[in-house]
C-alpha cells in the first residue's frame, strides 16, 4: 500500500518567526489516522527566521534525527554538547533519562529542517548528541543509511550512520532526473518517504517536493526522479 500525502494536506503552525508543517499529530494538531507509523512517531518540516529557534526546552526517552535542508542549525544542551549542523548534514539526540536543548538559527537566511521523531526500543538509555557530515555526492544514486539502529548497518566507522536506539533507519539519496533507485523492506516493515526537493514518482504515484510518501504491505520500492530530486527515507520495524 502506497499513500501519498500532499504537503498542503499537512498540519500546520506558523507564527512571527516559525512555519511548521506536520506530517503526523503533533502538538496542536491532531489527527487519529496520523499517529506516527511503526515506531516513527513526528515527522517536522520547520522553516526557522534568521536569529530565532526553540530556547532551552526538554525531552525523555526519544531519538531525535535533525536533517538540515537549507541554512543550518546551531545546538546546545546541558551536557555541554555545542555544533552547527550544515545543510545535507545530520544531527541525533538520543534524549534518553532525559536532556535540555535548544536549537537555533543562526544565520542570515532562513534554515529548513527536517525534525523526525522515533521511540527507542529500549527507554532510560544514556542521553547524547552527535552529528555528522553526509556529503551529498556520496548519495548520489542510491540510499545511504544517515542514522540508524538497524544491524546491517552497524559499522561504528566514523563514515557510517550515526548511531539510534532503534530498529529503524533514515536514509538519503540525490537522484537526477530519470534516475532511479530501489529499496527492499523486509516482511513486515514500513516506510515513509519524502522528497527534501524535486519530484518523484513512487510505484506509478506522483509526489511533489515535501510531500509525504506511506509505504506498507510491499516487498520493495521504486522510486523515479522525475526531476532532480533530494529524498529521505525511513525504514521502520
Do not use: C
Not at 499529530?25 to 513526528?42: K, Q, T
Not at 552529528?131 to 545511504?144: Q, W
Not at 538497524?150 to 534516475?179: C, N, S
Amino acid at each position: 500500500m502506497i499513500e501519498v500525502r500532499p504537503f498542503d494536506a499537512l498540519g500546520r503552525f506558523d507564527n512571527d518567526w516559525l512555519a511548521a508543517r506536520y506530517h503526523f499529530s503533533f502538538a496542536g494538531y491532531h489527527d487519529p489516522s496520523r499517529m506516527g507509523l511503526g515506531p516513527l512517531r513526528v515527522w517536522n518540516d520547520d522553516t526557522i527566521q534568521p536569529g530565532t529557534g526553540f530556547d532551552l526546552h526538554g525531552h525523555r526517552d526519544m531519538e531525535i534525527i535533525t536533517y538540515v535542508r537549507k541554512g543550518a542549525i546551531s545546538h546546545r544542551d546541558h551536557l555541554g554538547n555545542e555544533g552547527r549542523t550544515e545543510a545535507g548534514d545530520v544531527q541525533v539526540m538520543s534524549a534518553g533519562t532525559g536532556i535540555l536543548h535548544a536549537e537555533h538559527n543562526l544565520e542570515d537566511d532562513t534554515t529548513q529542517i527536517f525534525q523526525i521523531w522515533i521511540e527507542p526500543a529500549t527507554a532510560g538509555v544514556r542521553p547524547r548528541w552527535e552529528a555528522r557530515r553526509f556529503p551529498r555526492g556520496d548519495r548520489a544514486g542510491e540510499l545511504v543509511a544517515l542514522a540508524s539502529g538497524r544491524p546491517e548497518d552497524a559499522t561504528g566507522a566514523p563514515e557510517g550512520p550515526l548511531p539510534i536506539h532503534q530498529d529503524a533507519a533514515i536514509l538519503g539519496a540525490t537522484l537526477k532526473a530519470g534516475q532511479s533507485v530501489t529499496h527492499a523492506l523486509e516482511r513486515g516493515r514500513k516506510a515513509y518517504l519524502v522528497p527534501a526537493s524535486g519530484r518523484i514518482e513512487v510505484d506509478g504515484q506522483t509526489a511533489e517536493a515535501r510531500d509525504g510518501v506511506a509505504i506498507s504491505q510491499v516487498e520493495a520500492v521504486t522510486i523515479t526522479a522525475l526531476e532532480d530530486s533530494e529524498v529521505l527515507l525511513a525504514d521502520l520495524a
